[in-house]
């Protein structure tokens, strides 16, 4: 090398270092866990870096891609339920392979532990083959003697019942999703041979398995026809990108929205979140076929299938409306909002016959999006448990549908139905102030549950409390509160806090990009700039680290891997990734005939950025945003200065935007880091001898008692005497030396038997017969659409008195999970409605499955009474022709 090359290729050097050592200095974000530079996401030895607005790289591996401990937790399902042993108490073997396999050899119900110390570093073997076999002997002797098995927590597994038996755990191609093991055929075990031992043989450790992302992203879609975004932060502009091209390959041929490379189709709750955050105006028509490939032809919207076979289990489908409201608002469609108006009316006309609570105010149902029951409920509650609780954003989604069908009411001049709509959200705003605000965190509870006396959850439900600060149900003195007081991780801002042991991340322990753009706009609308650059940070990290737009990471690591289920170029994902630039930076409002502006600069992403080719109605326009802040201190439109920061939606054509900030955010701001932690899981309570017992908890620094619903005493002991009475029902809650709360137990009612009624069905149905068992007395009733629309059933009380009244039943007409075959009628006292009796699915083809409903309190007077359940209009469920339970008989008892 020649002297002159030589100098070059120093001087090449040393401007790459002070360049490189320039944008180290520009640091965004700081925490323990990872570092966003203008350029890079830095997080231990991994490091994603933008070359270019159209190009990234990343060197992010999982740090679990070459661990795989020979050690396996596991334990076996029947009928795809966690029902072989009580929570937290697996099989657990080390597999020491020959030749590449081995042989585990367990007896259903008996704890399997064989373990053998491996030095750390030591990981399974690639590809080794391994057996189970599954002693299923003593099942199928129960099932030949007594014509059923008990299983661990009392319940009756009937022969017909029977469906199969599968093997769950934690290591791949393992899982913990019972409901879902079907999925994986090599999940199931076989009895080949009839001698009722069961086999199965899994592939551990393959290494096709993928634990990468892709190592670099480059631009290959045109994208010129979008918005474009260019500013000093070149980490936002790529990841704004890719953003835009992810959102273009998740447009179907049909011109819907895909829900995520994994999830085909659309799905009610995801695409109206989606479309919220940035969809209705990014793709108005798509957003349009969206919505309405989700809205039945009743014209009412339809529940994605859901927890018991969908609505009104699952309840959420309202979200809907709020998604429609931001179409027309974007689009001035008037014809969009005089179909979405009939929509959103009929579908909140049957939830009020059905789901309301009139004490509360509230409404009943799953917690919006987190619809997998064991990920945020105790595994005690049932599909008809879940439908009686009422919880945080479900309820914000239902008082934010209750305003705009009256704002929609008001546009199309229907003033009473505007009124009466309007009424309905302020009941629904108090019944969640009243009854899910915790004045000493600071923050709502994640819900109402239990069976009779309902109490609050206290964990923290991030996007229930983002919906409450965005949608005003929170007062600003609360809405500051919240966002400063509800836990966040390094990681970002989990679904729940503090989570649930012994469950799996998915929406437990895990973060979402979607909930956290929400938790993002809550935060920048009570001008919280630490958790708004906090959430930016936790939306850029993943996004650029893993080059895609994930579904969800674990909030313990990070890390995409882990997590039961994901997907790549998820639609919420990049939904709320794009809405960063234009809903959050630039502050672009969408409001009843104008586009306002509302910036919010964070101090670490001040400087000069544009907007160009942003296509509001039939105006197209070139935005410039200088400085940081939330203050607009020059608003010019097309060079010329006015004060009202807003565009009329009249305007036409190209026209020009420039925005000056005042570079001040005067209000210091905090948020409540804390680490991942996890409760103590829910006690299991039994009663005998005038005393509830339960096991003690390792880690339990006591227990408190709860009586009806309230704290009875707190206590170091696992026993407590009870008092004998009319009926008080009991449950246990354990706590830790930190006063975190597990669960509740599951309600235990102790009642004196002369205060209980059990009223046997008439007219027994044919089908009580050799096929269905578990029933009492000489049969059961079939209830159909078609078959025993009303039914009646006699009873006499001996004292006035509040008594609930719900039913045994059976619904094998689907899973637990799944499907929308939810059976539901009007329950009625001596002709007078009362509200709705639910009958969830309860395990496909499982009719020996018997469970109770949902219960109802009812004031009655001494003397004869008719109750009755019928099938009215109301009552339509998301199937539209399966309605079906059978009734063993309805049970009264007198509870005050």
Same mark, same amino acid.
């Given at each position: ?14 401007? $790459? ?25 830095? $997080? ?24 795989? !401990? ?5 334990? #076996? ?9 009580? !929570?937290?108490?697996? &099989? =657990?073997?080390?597999?020491?392979? *020959? ?5 585990? +050899? ?48 009392? *319940? ?21 999703? #019972? ?10 075990? $076989? ?52 953003? %835009? ?32 955050? !940035? ?23 339809? $529940? ?118 309007? %009424? ?135 890390? #995409? ?20 630039? &234009? ?27 544009? =907007? ?36 009329? *939606? ?5 026209? +020009? ?54 704290? %009875? ?66 049969? #059961? ?10 039914? &009646? ?24 999970? +799944? ?36 219960? %109802? ?40």
């Amino acid at each position: 090398m020649d002297s002159r090359n030589f100098y070059m290729s120093v001087l090449f050097c040393v401007l $790459q270092t002070s360049i490189f050592a320039q944008t180290r200095d520009s640091e965004v974000y700081k925490s323990d866990a990872y570092t966003i530079y203008n350029n890079r996401v830095e $997080q231990a030895g991994f490091r994603a870096i933008a070359l270019s607005a159209t190009e990234m790289t990343s060197n992010y591996r999982s740090p679990d891609a070459d661990k795989y !401990s020979p050690t396996i937790s596991f334990k #076996f399902s029947i009928n795809l339920q966690d029902n072989e042993m009580i !929570s937290g108490h697996d &099989h =657990l073997v080390t597999l020491l392979p *020959e030749n590449g396999a081995c042989t585990t +050899t367990v007896t259903f119900g008996k704890q399997y532990v064989h373990t053998n110390a491996i030095p750390e570093g030591i990981n399974l073997a690639p590809n080794t083959r391994w057996t189970v076999r599954l002693d299923m002997r003593d099942i199928f002797q129960a099932f030949k003697d007594k014509g059923f098995y008990t299983l661990y927590n009392g *319940e009756k597994l009937y022969q017909p019942d029977f469906k199969g038996v599968y093997i769950a755990g934690g290591a791949a191609p393992l899982m913990w999703d #019972f409901n879902n093991l079907k999925n994986n055929p090599d999940l199931k075990l $076989q009895d080949t041979d009839g001698d009722d031992i069961y086999e199965t043989t899994l592939v551990l450790n393959k290494q096709s398995d993928e634990k990468h992302t892709d190592a670099e992203w480059k631009l290959s879609r045109d994208i010129s026809a979008l918005p474009q975004y260019k500013s000093d932060f070149l980490l936002s502009d790529a990841v704004y990108n890719m953003s %835009l091209e992810e959102m273009l390959k998740a447009i179907e041929t049909d011109s819907t929205f895909r829900t995520g490379k994994e999830w085909s189709g659309v799905w009610t709750r995801d695409v109206s979140y989606s479309i919220i955050l !940035s969809m209705a105006y990014m793709q108005p028509k798509v957003a349009m076929n969206s919505l309405m490939r989700k809205v039945s032809k009743s014209k009412k919207i339809i $529940q994605d299938t859901g927890t018991g076979g969908a609505w009104p289990a699952s309840t959420d489908r309202m979200i809907w409306a709020v998604a429609a409201w931001e179409v027309y608002k974007a689009t001035g469609d008037n014809d969009w909002l005089q179909q979405a108006y009939q929509i959103i009316k009929n579908s909140i006309e049957d939830d009020l016959v059905t789901l309301y609570d009139p004490v509360t105010g509230m409404v009943k149902g799953e917690s919006s999006f987190l619809d997998w029951r064991e990920q945020t409920y105790p595994k005690w509650m049932q599909p008809a448990d879940i439908f009686e609780s009422e919880c945080l954003g479900t309820n914000a989604v239902h008082f934010q549908a209750n305003i705009i069908l009256s704002k929609m009411a008001i546009a199309l001049n229907q003033k009473q139905v505007a009124e009466k709509h309007k %009424l309905v959200a302020e009941k629904i705003k108090t019944g969640i102030n009243t009854y899910l605000w915790l004045p000493e965190k600071g923050y709502y509870a994640q819900f109402l549950y239990g069976r009779n006396f309902k109490i609050v959850s206290p964990k923290s439900e991030a996007l229930g409390e983002a919906l409450c600060v965005l949608f005003g149900i929170a007062d600003d003195t609360r809405a500051k509160q919240i966002v400063g007081s509800t836990p966040v991780t390094s990681y970002g801002i989990p679904c729940i806090y503090p989570e649930i042991p012994n469950i799996p991340p998915y929406h437990n322990n895990a973060v979402w990009p979607f909930v956290q753009t929400y938790w993002l706009w809550a935060a920048a609308g009570v001008s919280n700039e630490k958790s708004v650059v906090e959430s930016i940070s936790a939306i850029y990290r993943p996004a650029a680290l893993f080059l895609t737009n994930k579904e969800n990471f674990v909030a313990e690591t990070g890390d #995409f891997n882990g997590t039961q289920i994901n997907s790549s170029i998820m639609l919420w994902s990049l939904s709320g990734n794009i809405s960063i630039i &234009h809903r959050i930076l630039f502050g672009i409002r969408f409001e009843e005939g104008r586009l306002s502006f509302n910036p919010f600069v964070p101090f670490s992403m001040q400087g000069k950025r544009t =907007l160009t080719n942003f296509k509001y109605r039939n105006a197209f326009l070139d935005i410039e945003l200088n400085g940081y802040g939330s203050r607009i201190v020059s608003f010019q439109l097309d060079g010329k200065e006015t004060s009202s920061f807003e565009i009329p *939606e009249t305007i036409s054509g190209k026209h +020009t935007v420039r925005i000056e900030l005042d570079n001040q955010l005067a209000v210091a701001s905090t948020t409540n880091q804390k680490p991942v932690v996890f409760t103590l899981p829910a006690p299991v309570v039994k009663y005998e001898n005038h005393k509830i017992t339960w096991q003690p908890l390792t880690k339990a620094s006591g227990y408190k008692i709860i009586a009806n619903g309230k704290l %009875l005493k707190s206590t170091t002991k696992t026993s407590f005497q009870v008092k004998s009475g009319t009926y008080i029902e009991y449950q246990v809650v354990a706590f830790d030396k930190n006063n975190l709360e597990s669960f509740a137990s599951e309600p235990l009612p102790v009642v004196n038997v002369r205060y209980i009624q059990i009223i046997q069905a008439e007219n027994v149905s044919e089908k009580s017969n050799q096929s269905f068992k578990g029933y009492s007395g000489d049969g #059961f009733i079939e209830i159909s659409k078609t078959v025993n629309k009303t039914v &009646h059933f006699k009873i006499k009380v001996d004292t006035d008195g509040l008594y609930s009244i719900d039913f045994r039943y059976a619904n094998g007409n689907g899973p637990t999970n +799944t499907e929308n075959k939810c059976a539901i009628r009007t329950l009625s006292v001596d002709n007078n409605p009362v509200n709705a009796i639910v009958f969830p699915q309860r395990g496909k083809e499982e009719w020996s499955n018997w469970g109770f409903s949902n219960s %109802l309190k009812v004031f009655l007077t001494k003397g004869e009474h008719v109750i009755s359940i019928s099938l009215e209009d109301a009552n339509e469920n998301m199937n539209g022709e399966i309605n079906q339970a059978m009734i063993d008989f309805v049970r009264v008892q007198f509870i005050q």
